[in-house]
Every structure is written in structure tokens, then in C-alpha cells.
């Protein structure tokens, strides 16, 4: 697990507002647990995605995660199956994964 100061040091990455924050917390709560350790953890874990990746750039992921999910026609279709979409969540799932070798 990361030390508390890896964690806990926010400068360059506040750029995230405070319920951004809190969402991707309730969701990793959600799926590793409802303990205190694991909102230290999952809090770890997005402090250290804010280090990495741009507010707007997260928001932009999301939303193509967001439209991922949806079943696949007309329009929605491109999200899932261009290279631009994927390489883009692929980043996010890559600096995740970082995340949980420093933070779990």
C-alpha cells in the first residue's frame, strides 16, 4: 500500500472538484468493499488517476465509457469499435491499474 504522503500529497492534481472525487470513491466502495480501508484506498487510487490524467481528459473518458455501455446502434456504434474511443479508456484503465499496484 502507498504511503499516507504519496497519497495524501494533492499539489498539481486539484484540479478534480471535490464530487468527481467522492463519485469514483462510492463507486470503488461499491465494488472492493464498504470499510474504512477501502475508502482510504479508493481514495489513494484517485488521487493518483488526478496526478495522471487531466480533469477534462477524465470527464471526456468517462463519458465514452458512459456510451460504451449502451447497446451498440446507429450512432453509439462508433464508441465502441473506434481506435480513438479505446485507446482513450485504455489510458484510464492502464493509469487504474497503476493505481491499484501503488494504492491496494
Excluded at 464498504?34 to 480533469?55: G, V, W
Excluded at 455501455?69 to 489510458?91: E, F, H, I
Amino acid at each position: 500500500m502507498a504511503n499516507a504522503e504519496e497519497c495524501d500529497d494533492t499539489a498539481g492534481s486539484n484540479d478534480y472538484p471535490t464530487s468527481a472525487r467522492v463519485d469514483y470513491v462510492i463507486g470503488c466502495m461499491a465494488s472492493n468493499g464498504q470499510t474504512h480501508e477501502m475508502m482510504q484506498k479508493c481514495s489513494c487510487s484517485i488521487d493518483l488517476i488526478a496526478k495522471a490524467i487531466p480533469y477534462e481528459e477524465y470527464v471526456h473518458i468517462s463519458t465514452l465509457l458512459s456510451l460504451q455501455q449502451m447497446a451498440a446502434a446507429g450512432r453509439n456504434a462508433m464508441y465502441k469499435t473506434s481506435t480513438w474511443s479505446q485507446k482513450a479508456v485504455a489510458k484510464l484503465r492502464e493509469v487504474q491499474a497503476d493505481s491499484t499496484l501503488h494504492c491496494f
